[in-house]
Nanobody, 125 residues
Framework: QVRLVESGGGLVQPGGSLRLSCVAS????????IGWFRQAPGKEREGVVC????????TYADSEKGRFTISRDIAKNTVYLQIDTLKPEDTAVYYC??????????????????WGQGTQVTVSS
């Protein structure tokens, strides 16, 4: 059974940082591309960043370059999303998702087979 479990969300002040984790079981993440998405209250889910499998390229949503960094620990079968200089508009539920293939297919959600349950990030003073 494939599971993706996100963690690391919470309440943080504007300007702060968070590192979200996505632990996978039932598959090897180094065979899959990984994406991070977020859904703010009242808005549609949107892609943030996507990472191809080992050695693949990283694709960022245009608005998110510079503050979001995706990384992977293959030994732990875990993907991370570092978010710096957090803003109130970053408040959302953050999801990791994965699909089988060498390269990031972009942020079309139907390209992703497996999804986590999400972790809440709230940015507020």
């Amino acid at each position: 059974q494939v599971r993706l479990v996100e963690s690391g969300g919470g309440l943080v002040q504007p300007g702060g940082s968070l590192r979200l984790s996505c632990v996978a079981s039932g598959l090897r993440l180094d065979y899959y591309y990984i994406g991070w998405f977020r859904q703010a209250p009242g808005k549609e889910r949107e892609g943030v960043v996507c990472f191809g499998r080992s050695g693949g390229t990283t694709t960022y949503a245009d608005s998110e370059k510079g503050r979001f960094t995706i990384s992977r620990d293959i030994a732990k079968n875990t993907v991370y999303l570092q978010i710096d200089t957090l803003k109130p508009e970053d408040t959302a539920v953050y999801y990791c998702a994965t699909g089988f293939g060498p390269s990031c297919p972009g942020f079309e959600m139907t390209s992703y087979l497996y999804w986590g349950q999400g972790t809440q990030v709230t940015v507020s003073s």
